[in-house]
Every structure is written in C-alpha cells, then in structure tokens.
C-alpha cells in the first residue's frame, strides 16, 4: 500500500484565529486561571485516552469475527458511542474553562495514556484484552482527576468525571465477563447491558 506524504495538518490560509492552541483564556465558570490549566492539563489526558478508546473500540466492532461476533459487534458500537460522548463532553469542558482540546493526531498522541492497537486484525479475544487494558487505563486516571479537580475548586468537572465513570466501569465490567467465558459471549450478559 502507497505512503501518504506531506503535511498532517494544515493552517488555513484565511480567516481569524480565536485561541492559539496551548493558551489559557478567561472562563465563564470562574475558575481560577492557574487552577484551570492544571484541570485542563488532566482533562487534556483523559480526552485524548477516550479518544483512542473510541478508535480502538470502533475498530473491533467493525472487525468482529467469530461464533458470537454478532452479539459482541453490537455492544461495540455501543460502547464506543458512550465513549464518544465522553470524548466530547471533556472537549467542551476545556472549552468552557478556557482552554482549546488536544484535536490533531499529533496532540492527541502526545497526551493520550491508552494507546491504539497496531494496523492489523486481531482475534476477538486479543481486541477485548487490549479494550480491557484501555478502560482500565482510562479509569484510573479519570478517578485521579476527580479528586484533582475537587481539590482546585472545580466540582462541575469532578460530576462530569464521575458521571461518565460509571458508564465506562460498566462497559469494563461487561468486557471482563465475556472474557471469562470459553466461548467468548454468554448472551445474559449482553443482554443485561
């Protein structure tokens, strides 16, 4: 398969820019600018690690393959549509607090603590492992800007965490129990999620 050569990402040659990438600006939710861009910096690394998990889940439900690759496809898709708006709910919250998201692969691998698989296909029970391995990743450092937020000030962000925490422990939960099983899938899992 032919390279791609060039430039990744382009500036666009008209039009203003609102917010060099990197800056802080004031926020509307009166958080503190210092206390901001440490939550920024943290949340910065939790929206680049949902964005991975996003493409690693996304992935293995479009390669799928196997006796029960069914079942499992559809709680992929719907797995990395919760991940999804996590991704975008942390976006707009660094918005909202002044700062501008990691959005081009460079920035967001620079940041993102769960890591995507390598180009080729897997087995299904490989893929789940490594989906495992992501959540697991994902939730550790979302529990540790919970506390990081409740400690600067910011109790919005620390909802917004714990809310979609939940979703995230759940959708690991499920991925263990399929794991478990020899067969891969016992559909009263699937069907409990």
Known sequence: ???????????????????EWGTIAENALRVDRADA?????????????????????????????????EEVANFLEDAYKRVREVTDDLAIRIVELGGVPPNTPP????????????????????????????????????????????KRGDPGTAELLRDHLEDLEADAHVIEQLLEDDTLVRAAVLEER
């Open 1 to 19: 398969m032919a390279q791609k050569q060039g430039r990744l990402v382009r500036e666009p040659d008209t039009g203003e820019r609102r917010q």
């Open 37 to 69: 861009e440490v939550i920024i910096d943290a949340l910065s690394v939790d929206h680049a690690g949902s964005f991975n998990l996003f493409y690693l889940l996304r992935k293995h439900y479009w390669t799928a393959a196997g006796a029960e690759h």
């Open 107 to 150: 920035t967001i691998q620079e940041r993102a603590e769960v890591h995507l698989e390598a180009e080729d296909l897997y087995d299904l029970r490989t893929s789940l492992d490594g989906d495992l391995e992501g959540y697991a990743t994902l939730i550790v450092s979302m529990r540790e800007h919970i506390a990081l937020a409740e």
